[in-house]
């Protein structure tokens, strides 16, 4: 069974920073892809970022490019968004998402993704 828990949310202001976190567990880690997804109220659920098994191959939204980073650690079961230069309508509960694939494929639908957290919540403040 995989478990995915995120961390790392919380208040900031408008330009601020934070670095989320993604733990997984009951899986063999390094075989899974995880994205980060995020939704705020009355929207969908939208791509943010996702990240290979490999760490080698990731894909941004248009919307958080140049401001966000994935990254992650293997030996902690763990991946990471920086999150710099936040905006307000970056305000939202994000999500990580796990997807069981040893390929640099990385598909920002909903509906790909077979394994999600509970969500942190983020909101950013001007």
């Known amino acids: 069974q995989v478990q995915l828990v995120e961390s790392g949310g919380g208040l900031v202001h408008t330009g601020g920073s934070l670095r989320l976190s993604c733990a997984a567990s009951g899986v063999t880690f390094s075989s899974y892809a995880i994205a980060w997804f995020r939704q705020a109220p009355g929207r969908d659920r939208d791509f943010v970022a996702a990240i290979s098994w490999s760490g080698g191959s990731t894909n941004y939204a248009d919307s958080v490019k140049g401001r966000f980073t994935i990254s992650r650690d293997n030996a902690k079961n763990t991946v990471y968004l920086q999150a710099n230069s936040l905006k307000s309508e970056d305000t939202a509960v994000y999500y990580c998402?796990?997807?069981?694939?040893?390929?640099?494929?990385?598909?920002?639908?909903?509906?790909?993704?077979?394994?999600w957290g509970q969500g942190t919540q983020v909101t950013v403040s001007s």
């Open positions: 998402a796990a997807k069981p694939l040893q390929s640099s494929f990385l598909d920002p639908g909903y509906h790909w993704w077979s394994y």
